[in-house]
């Protein structure tokens, strides 16, 4: 039987010259679909004639022969599912094949996974394909896996979705997940999206930020695919923007001169001054450190399962860390949240002198340079850089301090690092020292 199943090609280039291949089913003129192959070659060494990558492919791409074979393959595949599901007489062959198909699926095991998955309840036809509808129930299943910090940022994802769903006043389905989103939803954050919970409207946001929305938004979306709910979505062109950045580090000088500041004035402040300077001399994530248990400090060190990786980390207490643990907080830490600890550590900067000019920036079209004193650039996350930088400058190896940063490889670790270049150069001249260059 000659099934409408045929290889079809995307004829709009993505940015790197490619188009995506895909499989085609017609099964009436109002029900069909495109399934995902994971191949793309320039639209020049398609063969429309013969439906396959012509012989001259270059071999940057691939060798023309294998690709064909794969594609052969997963064709067969396609048409191994559509008859099974003919046979069957299901309802509904292109929400089988959808649900079914995967470039690397074994039609040997079709009879097996058909009857798990009229078990499991989840045909692709009865499904809730709602697209937040989804979302929200992938969000409720990670709540107790990840942590609190985490389940914000899923909501952060998930808002600034529904306020471009508004922007550009067209439903969101799983099918809107092209290039052309893409690159709608980029440009929407990048220019028009309204900042939430500032007293001043301020539009657009930086490149990490819709980084990391855009991260979450594919990881979702491959869970969404796992799990069979979905079909496969070719997310070769769902880049995650990020930019080195201009995030400050606090001295162990600065550090300290926090540590001793007078607050009589302000005793409100205090809690809020020992946590962060605990964090300084930590390491630890702000959910990390404002969780700390009378049972994890034990003779002087410190004993913290990490939230975000699930590791136990082993860190031994400086004094004045020690001190702000036994004698200020009794073994009990105080529970802050993190846009409350940012606004009182600022006041604090600001109260102990770290008023030096610092210079930041950004790209939107062009560098935008921001020239602010150094206490308004003060956050939560200082705290990790600063205990990174600091240890980095004292000779202290990568490796080591990684077990405390909780950082799996030294490529992000050295993203934390910052010291200016007066201060690499003594670092410089001290190893030369050691060394006897001098």
Request: aromatic share 10%; with cysteine.
């Amino acid at each position: 039987m000659l099934l409408p199943i045929k290889p079809i090609i995307d004829r709009r280039p993505r940015r790197n010259g490619t188009s995506v291949i895909s499989i085609q089913y017609c099964y009436s003129s109002d029900k069909r679909t495109l399934l995902y192959t994971g191949l793309a070659v320039p639209p020049r060494y398609w063969n429309k004639k013969l439906l396959r990558i012509s012989q001259d492919l270059p071999e940057e791409y691939g060798k023309a022969d294998q690709l064909n074979l794969q594609l052969q393959k997963m064709v067969r595949t396609a048409e191994d599912i559509v008859n099974f599901a003919l046979q069957k007489k299901m309802d509904d062959p292109v929400a089988f094949l959808k649900t079914m198909f995967q470039p690397d699926f074994d039609p040997a095991t079709l009879s097996e996974q058909a009857k798990l998955l009229a078990e499991a309840g989840v045909a692709q036809a009865t499904a809730n394909l709602d697209f937040f509808h989804q979302l929200d129930d992938y969000i409720k299943t990670k709540t107790r896996k990840v942590s609190i910090g985490m389940v914000r940022t899923y909501n952060v994802m998930k808002q600034r979705l529904l306020s471009f769903q508004k922007h550009r006043k067209e439903k969101i389905t799983f099918s809107s997940f092209d290039y052309n989103f893409y690159e709608s939803f980029v440009n929407y954050l990048t220019y028009e999206h309204i900042h939430r919970r500032r007293l001043t409207v301020l539009r657009g946001l930086k490149k990490n930020s819709i980084g990391t929305s855009i991260k979450q938004l594919r990881i979702f979306l491959r869970d969404r695919m796992r799990r069979k709910i979905i079909p496969a979505i070719d997310l070769t062109d769902f880049k995650i923007l990020n930019e080195d950045s201009d995030a400050i580090y606090l001295t162990v000088q600065e550090i300290r001169v926090l540590y001793n500041v007078d607050l009589s004035e302000h005793p409100e402040w205090t809690r809020f001054r020992d946590l962060f300077v605990l964090g300084c001399f930590t390491g630890l994530r702000f959910s990390d450190f404002n969780s700390i248990k009378p049972e994890d400090i034990r003779k002087g060190i410190l004993y913290k399962k990490q939230g975000k990786s699930d590791h136990w980390v082993v860190i031994p207490l400086r004094p004045e860390a020690h001190d702000i643990l036994i004698n200020r907080f009794n073994r009990n830490v105080p529970r802050t949240t993190n846009a409350e600890l940012n606004r009182y550590i600022k006041k604090v900067g600001q109260l102990a002198g770290l008023n030096i000019p610092i210079k930041a920036s950004y790209k939107k079209d062009q560098d935008i340079v921001t020239t602010k004193p150094k206490y308004t650039w003060i956050t939560t996350h200082t705290c990790r850089r600063s205990f990174c930088t600091n240890e980095f400058l004292a000779g202290t190896p990568p490796e080591l301090i990684m077990k405390i940063s909780g950082h799996k490889s030294l490529k992000d670790f050295y993203k934390y690092i910052r010291i200016t270049p007066e201060e690499a150069g003594k670092k410089i001249q001290e190893i030369w020292e050691i060394r006897g260059d001098m």
